[in-house]
Nanobody, 114 residues
Framework: VQLQASGGGLVQTGGSLRLSCAASGSIFSIRAMGWYRQAPGKQREMVATITSHGSTNYADPVKGRFTISRDNAENMVYLQMNSLKNEDTAVYYC?????????WGKGTQVTVSS
């Protein structure tokens, strides 16, 4: 299984970005997909996850600003990020959870600058 994330970049405070992640390979089932992020000097943290049934979970700092969605048919997951803050600056990683195994993409850099 391979995960390819895209959509990162440089944006001003208060701006928006949309991340996309495409999963390919031998995908027999997906329990959940999600986005995690890692800022310099910090541990990787969960941003948002979505199950195959559409149940979502968000980290408190992004609630109300970020929206996760997925296209099950295309094995895609998206993260719409609005009202971006400086503290959202990080490398964002796509995650695929099959239950017995977890896969990670290479990450895409999001930089929020004032």
């Amino acid at each position: 299984v391979q995960l390819q994330a895209s959509g990162g970049g440089l944006v001003q405070t208060g701006g928006s970005l949309r991340l996309s992640c495409a999963a390919s390979g031998s995908i027999f089932s997906i329990r959940a997909m999600g986005w995690y992020r890692q800022a310099p000097g910090k541990q990787r943290e969960m941003v948002a996850t979505i199950t195959s049934h559409g149940s979502t979970n968000y980290a408190d700092p992004v609630k109300g600003r970020f929206t996760i969605s997925r296209d099950n048919a295309e094995n895609m997951v998206y993260l719409q990020m609005n009202s971006l803050k400086n503290e959202d600056t990080a490398v964002y990683y796509c995650n695929l959870d099959q239950g017995w195994r977890t896969y990670w993409g290479k990450g895409t850099q999001v930089t929020v600058s004032s």
